[in-house]
């Protein structure tokens, strides 16, 4: 099974608690956690993706946030050295993260606005 995954979330798994939009987005969350932790492959997208199926944000397909989180799938995968539609390993995916968003302290300056950013510090 190859998950489609849009890049940003890539920061959001590494801090995710169990808080969410709804009960059900929260549910999806930790059963993607689960299946992501089995290292399947991945491709990285700058669109909804497997995570966002449950979101109360997901307006027919598209994000009601589409340019904000637009940017931060831009962001990294700029700083991860990838490109959209890129197939991955999920854990070769986290480790370009950790290398080079979140140890060097760059994940506040791409997503520092978002809603959820005081659950994301280290």
Not at 32 to 61: F, I, R, S
Not at 71 to 78: A, P
Request: proline letters at 2%; aromatic letters at 10%.
């Amino acid at each position: 099974m190859v998950y489609r995954i849009r890049a940003h979330h890539g920061m959001c798994f590494s801090f995710f608690q169990g808080k969410g939009y709804s009960g059900e987005f929260t549910d999806n969350m930790w059963a993607m956690k689960e299946k992501l932790n089995e290292n399947p492959e991945v491709v990285l997208l700058q669109e909804t993706d497997d995570v966002c199926a449950h979101c109360p944000n997901n307006k027919e397909g598209r994000c009601a946030s589409l340019e904000q989180v637009a940017d931060y799938d831009r962001q990294v995968l700029t700083l991860c050295g990838l490109s959209a539609g890129v197939r991955i390993k999920w854990h070769d995916f986290e480790n370009l993260v950790w290398k080079n968003i979140l140890e060097p302290g760059r994940r506040e300056e791409i997503c520092g606005g978002c809603e959820w950013n005081e659950l994301c510090r280290l």
